[in-house]
């Protein structure tokens, strides 16, 4: 309390109270206070750790027992076996609202509940606090980062705004409830009746919003196909309408008819039971052959990239997810590098369709990555007296740098230094350059020699700053140089006349000589011919035109292969050469039959793909089903991902190894249908956190802190920071909002109705068995309720809000750059208004008391002076008519009547009296009968009493059996020499 200059006084004891299992060291109470707080504060956030780590077992088991599921079926409307579905047997609502809503607050509901059991059954500020700063964390500082977390320009919307709406009614009801039962029912204490109310409205909550759900239909659910997909969660993201814009009001959770239908003819990636299936992943590879510097192993991180992508996650899958990343442990979604990111976005550019989406034709050329350096000839022939020549080498790919390439010559046959000039030189390629030239010398010795030939070679330049990564030679690094002794244009055929590609090559390379001569430049025009195999199904045909420049003697004609991924026969078809330009002759070969074969080992490819692929998925599994991998995760960083792991992971997973360990004995979710699992950890969250409750109020004790604001702030903190990175993993990749912000308010509620209801009840119930009340003082928790519920009175309006307006982009999440910054920074600004108040007050600063009586008392003020003021008029009309013209002795004074004068005898008060004497002073002569509670004075007139020989006289007087109840500002006062008789009674 502040004393009287305004300071506050803290009072720190020399001995903190013991908790209920803290502390452990007989001797803790000699050691310093400032190194038992140091400890105690470590200790905390160690626990922390292990309360987050438990409780991801915990929501493991959850995951476990409402992804079980039923078979239905569903008639196609002919003849042929009906379809056979699998759907969960847990709504998604009611799970969110109980075991899942029970996940993410076990620590908080558990501390309330241990808390008032190791009281004795007495109430305490931990718990109920922590229950309200959580409350308050999670509604402001939670939705505000998830406002600011979505990408500019994107939104994000509620998609089941009816469940949404039911929750924050029950959120802001649930508090305001508290403060009915705490300050105006039964003021300070808890009645087993309220505690068993308050109890009950958990499962009212749940009922209301399953039927919101359902679209407030009552009986048995038809089921359709559009409902099954949805529940089988085969959309990206939260289960709905994807269809329908973000930002459109949907109330129910199935999509139209259309629509469902094009999901169920795009589920290729899931068999019924949820496995891979194995035409979807050949429909997947095919796009993933548009990339032929995947491995296999990238191709299944993919594939199982998707696949996870398109299931349903709940809340719990983000949180779990969150606290893996926070502790190092195995991650639930595949770590993809740079390339394979670009890779999965080219894929998947459009993720409403489950299917693979159309590959950008920019994006698919992943030779763009590089600038692409080659000779436009893999051969050359000059002859010998031709002094100099130009050689060419183009360039191609990425064209937007600057790439230095060295080209060096090598002998073969022909020698440097007798036969040509060696060279050495070094060719730069600015931006968009596509070709350049360099001159070759040619020594003629005037002697007769057979052909001979040497080598050209280019290399990247790599020093400096050009550097490899942007740059590679193609497919002619190297280009021989035939000497002849002849210039005649030459004869063109083809190398061979057959090839035999696999189907899977991409590219089958038909070679083109040129013989006899290699003088001009000459052209000769080729087209293909279908057979077996047919354009564009099996290989992209067509016409074109081969150009020989001149001295080129070897080019080449690239004919794409289609890879359908199918097993089928051989199949072919021809490429024929035709109309020679430039003096050139056709040869012997015009003709080359190309055969397509299926590859040997495509089944193997397949088979091990898929294995990497499943291998891939359980290891992404929220949960383990046998000890062995729940222990081997634990023990290993990263789930044993190595390659995967970072920096961060290998300390944080040294700091958690002894709780990772410890909580890898649990029973594993695969037994016993998660059951086993769920009550083990629940066990161990309890034990856990009520060594949590005993640090965080011995940690409080020693720094001066009192337990409601130790509760509200770095409890509220610890057990709420992983919500706070899993709805902001929610927030940025799923298309809506409701696992991010959705079930914050239905969380809030079950923390009230769970967390207070259920430990209030056993408490009321014990002390009514005694003969006693529970008592609970709603001083600070009152006081910190009222201002919550402002808060988030205004906090919810303001997210609805959202949805409508266009400054704000329509809806609740994201929008434009200012308004969401606005809006976040608004959010957390109301945050610490409340922690601020809640603070203020348990220090003295403000007094709750007085600010109740106060709005009480102004709250009845307004309410009795509207009630004078209109009986008053109508009395005074009838005075003025002659009705009451005065009172005389005896009287009687009836109840509600307004005395508009001083009767002059012995009066007898009903009561209530109302007092309307404007100015003139109320005299009730003896003998006068008021009984308690008979006169009320509304107005600033004096009341005068006189029951016997004495006159009291005050603004407001009441003794003997003549209480006066006055509300006024003036004191009631005693006259000295008026002696009064009996008790009195001052109101």
């Known amino acids: 309390m502040p004393d009287e200059l305004g300071n506050i006084t803290i009072p720190i004891l020399n001995q903190c109270h013991p908790g209920l299992l803290l502390p452990i060291i007989p001797f803790e109470n000699s050691w310093s206070r400032e190194a038992r707080a140091v400890l105690y504060f470590a200790g905390l956030l160690y626990c ?92 402001l500082a939670i939705s505000a980062v998830c406002v600011i977390a979505i990408p500019n320009g994107e939104g994000r919307s509620i998609r089941l705004i009816n469940v949404f709406l039911i ?196 994006v698919a050329d992943h030779t763009h990555e590089k600038a692409i350096v080659e000779f436009h000839s893999a051969s050359f022939a000059v002859p010998e007296n031709i002094g100099k020549f130009n050689v060419t080498v183009v360039r191609h790919g990425r064209m937007d740098n600057t790439v230095r390439v060295r080209v060096e010559s090598f002998d073969g046959t022909a020698k440097h230094g007798s036969d040509y000039i060696p060279v050495n030189e070094v060719l730069v390629f ?136 199918a097993p089928e026969k051989d199949e072919c078809f021809e490429v024929e050469l035709f109309e020679p330009s430039g003096g050139a002759r056709l040869g012997r070969v015009t003709k080359v039959a190309v055969t397509i074969s299926n590859d040997d080992d495509f089944n193997s490819v397949l088979q091990r793909m898929m294995v990497l692929t499943n291998q891939n998925i359980r290891s992404m599994a929220v949960h383990q089903e046998s000890w062995k991998n729940q222990i081997y995760d634990a023990v290993t960083v990263n789930g044993g991902d190595v390659a995967g792991a970072t920096g961060m992971d290998y300390i944080m997973h040294i700091l958690t190894f002894g709780w990772k360990v410890l909580f890898s004995l649990i029973p594993p979710p695969g037994l016993l249908g998660g059951w086993l699992c769920f009550v083990s950890s629940l066990g161990a969250i309890g034990i856990l956190t009520a060594v949590v409750g005993d640090l965080a109020s011995i940690f409080g004790c020693l720094v001066g802190l009192k337990d409601t604001v130790t509760a509200i702030t770095f409890v509220a903190l610890g057990t709420s920071l992983p919500d706070l990175f899993a709805s902001k993993a ?73 949805r409508f307006l266009t400054v704000f982009g329509k809806s609740e999440l994201g929008g434009p750059t200012g308004s969401k910054w606005a809006t976040g920074i608004f959010m957390v600004f109301l945050w610490f ?22 709005s009480t008392q102004f709250i009845i003020d307004k309410m009795m002076s509207i009630r004078v003021l209109v009986v008053l008029g109508a009395l005074i009309s009838l005075s003025s008519a002659g009705v009451l013209s005065g009172l005389h002795a005896p009287a009687v004074l009836s109840a509600g009547l307004p005395l508009l004068q001083a009767p002059s005898g012995p009066a007898h008060v009903v009561g209530p009296l109302n007092v309307a004497l404007p100015a003139n002073p109320l005299v009730l002569s003896s003998p006068a009968q008021v009984p308690i509670g008979a006169i009320s004075s509304v107005v600033s007139s004096p009341v005068l009493l006189s029951a016997g020989p004495a006159l009291v006289a005050a603004p407001a007087v009441a003794y003997g059996a003549a209480p006066a109840v006055a509300y006024g500002a003036a004191p009631s006062i005693n006259y000295v020499n008026n002696p009064v008789y009996g008790d009195s009674i001052i109101g």
Not at 117 to 127: M, S, T
Not at 215 to 224: A, E, Q, S
Not at 736 to 754: K, Q
């Open 48 to 139: 922390f750790m292990g309360v987050a780590i438990v409780a991801n077992v915990f929501m493991g088991s959850i995951e476990k027992i409402t992804s079980k599921t039923r078979k239905i079926y569903l008639s196609t409307g002919k003849d042929s076996e009906p379809e056979v579905l699998e759907v969960r047997i847990w709504n998604d609502t009611v799970a969110n609202l109980t075991l899942m809503a029970l996940g993410s607050s076990a620590p908080e509901i558990l501390l309330s509940v241990i808390e008032i059991v190791g009281n004795g059954f007495k109430a305490g500020d931990l718990g109920p606090g922590t229950i309200v700063g959580s409350a308050a964390f999670n509604l």
């Open 833 to 854: 208004v409340y922690i601020i108040l809640s603070s203020l007050q348990a220090y003295g600063y403000i007094d709750i008391q007085l600010i109740i009586y106060e």
């Open 167 to 362: 929750t924050s009614v029950f959120s802001l009801f649930a508090y305001i409830w508290l403060l009915i039962v705490l300050i105006f029912v039964t003021p300070s204490r808890v009645d087993s009746w309220e505690a068993i109310l308050t109890f009950l409205f958990f499962p009212l909550l749940v009922l209301i919003a399953w039927w919101a759900d359902r679209g407030w239909k009552c009986g048995k659910r038809v089921h359709t196909a559009e409902d099954q997909q949805i529940e089988l969660g085969i959309t990206n993201g939260s289960p709905g309408d994807p269809a329908k814009p973000q930002n459109t009001w949907t109330s129910g959770s199935t999509g139209d008819k259309k629509h469902g239908e094009q999901m169920l003819a795009h589920k290729k990636l899931f068999n019924e039971d949820g496995t891979l299936n194995k035409e979807g992943l050949i429909e997947f590879y095919k796009e993933l052959r548009k990339y032929p510097d995947l491995t296999d192993a990238d191709a299944a991180t993919l594939a199982a990239t998707k696949l996870i992508d398109n299931q349903h996650h709940s809340r719990l899958w983000y949180r779990i997810g969150a606290c893996r990343d926070l502790t190092g442990s195995r991650k639930i979604h595949p770590n993809l590098s740079d390339k394979l990111q670009e890779v999965y976005d080219a894929i998947n550019a459009h993720p409403d369709v489950p299917d693979i989406g159309p590959v950008p034709s920019v």
């Open 430 to 565: 600015g931006p968009y350059a596509k070709e350049r030239e360099f001159a070759v010398k040619i020594i003629d010795d005037n002697q007769w020699e057979p052909d001979e030939e040497f080598f050209l070679r280019l290399t990247i330049m790599d020093e400096g700053n050009f550097e490899r990564k942007d740059a590679t030679i193609g497919r002619l690094p190297i280009m021989e140089v035939v000497i002849l002794n002849d210039d005649e244009p030459g004869t063109l055929s083809f190398r061979k006349r057959g090839l035999l590609v696999k189907e899977s090559c991409g590219v089958a390379n038909l070679e083109v000589e040129r013989a006899n001569g290699a003088d001009g430049e000459i052209a000769v025009k080729w087209r293909t011919i279908d057979g077996s195999a047919k354009s564009p199904a099996d290989f992209q045909g067509g016409e074109g035109t081969l150009v020989f420049k001149h001295g080129e003697i070897l080019r080449s004609i690239d004919i794409p292969i289609v890879d359908d991924v």
């Open 730 to 802: 929610a927030a940025s990749q799923e298309k809506y909002a409701d696992n991010a912000i959705g079930n914050v308010t239905g969380s809030n509620s079950v923390n009230v109705f769970l967390g207070l209801g259920l430990p209030w009840m056993l408490a009321a119930i014990y002390w009514e068995s005694q003969g006693e009340v529970f008592a609970v003082d709603p001083g600070s928790l009152g006081f910190s309720v009222l201002i919550y519920s402002i808060v988030a009175f205004i906090t919810l309006g303001l997210i609805l809000a959202r």
